[in-house]
């Protein structure tokens, strides 16, 4: 029993299959190199994933290499999972001999891996994008299931546009999944469209008509076109999904997917009413929040449940007064529960570099290099000599802004800035470039930001365009570090990154960059240059977004 009264030992496991680097990683400019990649999926494995679809294996040899250094670098990890298990390592592939066997390829090292392939099903897919008539589809499932399965023991498949299909054509096809050997059936609502009741009836009505449907895991798939994925996903579970499709702070097309901080965590805080369980650790959520949102560039908005800058926060009077007297009043879920630490004094100037060690390694950062820890440490130390108090907010912008980063190919040395309200702002800039010499050069713009950009184009000879740009205080106070987060695009005139290196043709591939100070031109000037240092990485990589937009126009 715990706590709740609930019986432990009596509550199945909902099992967590996390998409953020598939499905996640095709919404608009969320782009990751394989670094970002690898490093994502190390944290997914800590927080207790149980599968990690790593990528697209078909869409380019880039999305290739990456899914098969996570199955080969991720798969085999165990570290200090719930489960006892390592995570299984999924590949996406269409329907067809050939992206199965890529993505079987890409998987196969990993000591657990799946096939997991898909193919429209609604009259409106296979009419307009596959030309397919159903009997058509039928058999392309059988052929595709069957070659998965002859390949490998864990096949799942995917009827696309179920929320859309007709239940009746989802049980025929469905069936015939099953007799061919899939051994996971999951039902997407690909284009967010239906409501709860509906999903949870679909899921029912399938268990229940569809023969042998006692062999296989059911599985919820859910975007939130219409901001119902997690109730959607929810009730899919209460009507006998075991598996649960979803991705870090929501991120996928349009949108979005649902998100698995907020799934793990309602059925974490409401046991008695879901009666399951996970293998989530719910202490890694907020940390993998963070390196999700600081790689892809993609702000958590401040209200979203879970991993909001606000969810945890209680700003109206007679809630603080509410939970001063009883936290119970107002707080249905710890902070430190998902491993949100409260902003207070943890190190000052004199704290040595065994103190720091230690704290970091209580915030979760334990895998840190010697030389990213020494990094960390001096990056510290100055933050220190500068702002009084610092919190643990502070070491994690730290982390973020020293050790999540792209190489860099250009590296900030110094910048000056001239500013005020009667003076046109001036920036100079010295970098050390790419052969490593420094180079100089100054600017001027509409405000300093503008100009330090001005200035950091002209040394690196490039002029992307800014699709986006944020600041925020890490912590509360006016001595507090400023985080800046940016994409740019590169500029579609003349320059080659705008180019597809495969085809040769215009795309527009974003980058995101970040960056954190006290100073606010100096973090925006940190994030720009991430995200150029991310741009010029990419020219000997090969796009992945493009290409996956182009399959699924297929
Ligand atoms: O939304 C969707 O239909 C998908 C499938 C490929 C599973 O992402
Ligand atoms: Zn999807």
């Not at 570290?79 to 890529?102: C, E, T, Y």
């Not at 007064?321 to 998902?338: A, F, H, S």
């Amino acid at each position: 029993m715990n706590e709740d009264g609930v019986d432990i030992q009596e509550q199945e496991t909902v099992v967590i299959f996390d998409t953020t680097l598939r499905d996640g990683e095709q919404s608009p400019g969320a782009t990751l190199n394989a670094d970002e990649k690898l490093e994502i999926a190390r944290q997914l494995s800590r927080l207790g994933v149980d599968i990690c679809e790593a990528g697209f294996p078909i869409a380019s040899p880039g999305d290739f290499d990456a899914v098969r250094r996570i199955a080969e670098e991720v798969g085999p990890l165990l570290d200090g999972r719930k489960s006892g298990q390592p995570m299984v390592i999924a590949g996406l592939a269409r329907a067809n001999k050939q992206d199965i066997q890529r993505a079987y390829d890409a998987v196969k090292v990993a000591p657990r891996h799946r096939i997991h392939t898909f193919l429209a099903t609604s009259d409106i897919h296979l009419k307009h994008k596959l030309n397919l008539d159903r009997e058509e589809c039928i058999e392309q499932v059988i052929e595709s299931v069957r070659f998965a399965r002859s390949l490998c023991d864990d096949v799942e498949f995917s009827p696309e546009d179920a929320g859309r299909s007709d239940p009746d054509f989802l049980v025929q096809v469905l069936t015939e999944a099953i007799k061919a050997g899939a051994t996971t059936l999951n039902i997407p609502d690909t284009v967010g469209y239906v409501a709860p009741e509906e999903y949870g009836w679909l899921i029912n009505y399938l268990i229940e008509n569809t023969p042998g449907a006692d062999k296989v895991v059911w599985s919820t798939h859910c975007h939130n076109d219409l901001g119902l994925a997690t109730a959607n996903t929810l009730a899919g579970v209460k009507a006998g999904a075991r598996q649960v499709e979803v991705t870090i702070n929501g991120i996928g097309e349009r949108a979005g997917n649902t998100s698995l901080e907020e799934v793990a965590m309602a059925i974490h805080t409401r046991p008695t009413f879901f009666n399951f369980t996970t293998n989530i650790d719910t202490t890694h959520i907020t940390r993998t929040s963070r390196m999700v949102s600081a790689y892809t560039g993609m702000v958590v908005q401040p209200n979203k449940a879970i991993v909001g800058a606000n969810a945890f926060a209680h700003e109206a009077g007679i809630h603080q007064d509410g939970m001063l007297k009883n936290q119970l009043t107002y707080e249905i879920m710890r902070p430190e529960t998902v491993g949100l630490h409260a902003s207070t004094l943890v190190l000052g100037k004199h704290s040595g570099r065994h103190a720091f060690r230690v704290r970091i390694e209580d915030l979760g950062y334990d895998d840190l290099e010697k030389d990213e820890l020494e990094q960390a440490f001096q990056r510290f130390k100055r933050l220190a000599d500068k702002k009084k108090v610092v919190t643990d907010a502070d070491i994690e912008a730290i982390i973020a802004d020293e050790i999540y980063q792209p190489p860099e190919i250009w590296k900030l040395n110094q910048i000056q800035v001239s500013c005020g309200d009667r003076s046109i702002p001036t920036v100079s800039v010295s970098l050390t470039g790419p052969d490593g010499t420094t180079y100089m050069d100054a600017a001027l713009g509409t405000g300093p930001v503008d100009a330090a950009y001005q200035a950091i184009n002209r040394i690196v000879g490039e002029t992307p365009r800014l699709k986006e740009f944020s600041i925020n205080a890490v912590t509360e106070g006016l001595d507090a570090q400023a985080e800046a987060t940016i994409r740019i695009q590169p500029d579609n005139g003349d320059s080659k990154y705008a180019l597809n290196p495969q085809t040769s043709q215009h795309y527009a591939r974003t980058y995101s960059g970040h960056g954190a100070s006290t100073d606010i031109v100096v973090a925006s000037a940190r994030a720009y240059l991430s995200a150029l240092n991310k741009m010029l990485a990419a020219s000997t990589e090969t796009s992945s977004v493009v290409e996956q937009v182009a399959v699924a126009g297929d």
